[in-house]
């Protein structure tokens, strides 16, 4: 479904990013692991089109090269950034309200599967706590009708509830056929949604597992 191949990326002349690739199929969930500062973040950008890259970048087969990130959301690519992107002048329930892209999850989907943000609909969505500005994010994702969501540490700062309730929502997707890039540190966490793993070093991707000692040591856990 999404498919990278040879992907680097710099700020300016530092290299973060050498020949990275990946590949994520549908209803699949593969966890992208690595230290502070590995290029995480820099390779998920690259992916929405937030941050030049250059190497193949593909959907469903269709080459996104050269395509804008509203085009490549309009594909089917959904961003779930780790700083949370709450819309600052709309409400929960207008930031959930706005049309979906492609045919999503609909709003009494999504509001039964987050009742916090049902409870909180009428607040602005900069005023939401950390955790719910997350669920927010993920939440409008699904409403926008993405199929494959690019996740980076969406767990970061729960509580552990709302952490269970994220794996239950990303386990609900996955059955749907939505496929997940998951940015994730807590291995236990991506233990119990991931497929696949790989670890990002050195500018390069390589597929894992988290019973590989190499991986534990290099992140230190
Ligand atoms: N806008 C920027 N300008 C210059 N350097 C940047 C910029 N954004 C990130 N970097 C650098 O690029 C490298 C990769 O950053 P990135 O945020 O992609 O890593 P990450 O693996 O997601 O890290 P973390 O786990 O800490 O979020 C880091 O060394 C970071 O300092």
């Known amino acids: 479904m999404l498919h990278i191949e040879e992907l680097s990326a710099s700020y300016g002349e530092a290299k973060v990013l050498t020949s990275a690739g990946l590949s994520v199929a549908q209803g699949e969930v593969a966890t992208l692991c690595g230290r502070n500062g590995a290029g995480k ?17 593909s959907l469903n087969g269709t080459d996104l090269r050269g395509r804008k990130p ?3 959301a309009r594909l089917g690519l959904g961003w779930v950034p780790d700083d949370r992107g ?4 709309l409400t929960v329930a207008e930031s959930l309200a706005l049309p979906p892209m492609r045919s999503g999850w609909s709003l ?4 039964e599967a987050f009742p916090n943000l049902y409870a909180r609909r009428g607040s602005m969505s900069t005023k939401l706590s950390g955790g719910e500005q997350q669920m927010l994010a993920l939440a409008r994702a699904l409403r926008m009708g993405s199929r494959v969501l690019l996740c980076d540490e969406p767990t970061e700062g729960l509580s552990p509830l709302l952490v269970q309730r994220v794996g239950e929502i990303l386990r609900q997707a996955k059955q749907q056929g939505i496929a ?3 940015v994730e ?7 119990e949604v ?3 793993y790989y670890l990002l070093a050195s500018g390069r991707v390589q597929q894992t597992s988290p019973a590989d000692k190499d991986l534990l ?3 230190g856990v």
């Not at 709450?86 to 002048?89: I, Q």
């Not at 009494?108 to 509001?111: L, R």
């Not at 540190?185 to 233990?191: D, E, G, I, K, V």
């Open 70 to 72: 509203f085009e490549r």
């Open 86 to 89: 709450a819309y600052a002048t």
């Open 108 to 111: 009494e989907q999504i509001y």
């Open 185 to 191: 540190q807590n291995l236990h966490f991506a233990a």
């Open 194 to 196: 991931a497929d696949s």
């Open 41 to 57: 973040t820099t390779l998920l950008r690259c992916v929405m089109g937030l941050h030049p890259g250059s190497g193949k970048v």
């Open 180 to 182: 997940v890039l998951l």
């Open 217 to 219: 040591t290099y992140l």
